[in-house]
């Protein structure tokens, strides 16, 4: 599965952004997706999750309520949307697939680029 984040750049604080990680090769369907996040000079961290079918999403803990996961299977695209942006966002953001999804970064087996989300205070 190759992977594609885009969607990322500069936003002013309060504004929404959705990315979008497009797969291509392997059947998409059969695949979890997670986004990760990794600020400068920080850590990547989890955002959140969805399942192959859609069907169940995950949050990371500070995640919850601003972030919504969402896919198009048919698109082979999973979107991350991110309302009421925090300066704190400002990050790359990651998009990684693998049959089981997961919290763990280590778990995935496919990684798109990432894309880099900026915002302004």
């Known amino acids: 599965v190759q992977l594609q984040a885009s969607g990322g750049g500069l936003v002013q604080a309060g504004g929404s952004l959705r990315l979008s990680c497009v797969a291509s090769?392997?059947?998409?369907?059969?695949?979890?997706v997670g986004w990760f996040r990794q600020p400068p000079a920080k850590e990547r961290t989890f955002v959140g999750a969805?399942?192959?079918?859609?069907?169940?999403?995950s949050y990371g803990d500070s995640m919850k309520g601003r972030f919504t996961i969402s896919r198009d299977n048919a698109k082979k695209t999973v979107y991350l949307q991110v309302n009421t942006l925090k300066p704190e966002d400002t990050a790359v953001y990651y998009c990684a697939a693998n049959p089981r999804g997961g919290r763990i970064d280590s778990e995935y087996e496919y990684w798109g680029q990432g894309t880099l989300v900026t915002v302004s205070s």
């Open positions: 969805i399942s192959a079918n859609g069907k169940i999403t």
């Open positions: 090769g392997r059947t998409f369907s059969n695949y979890g």
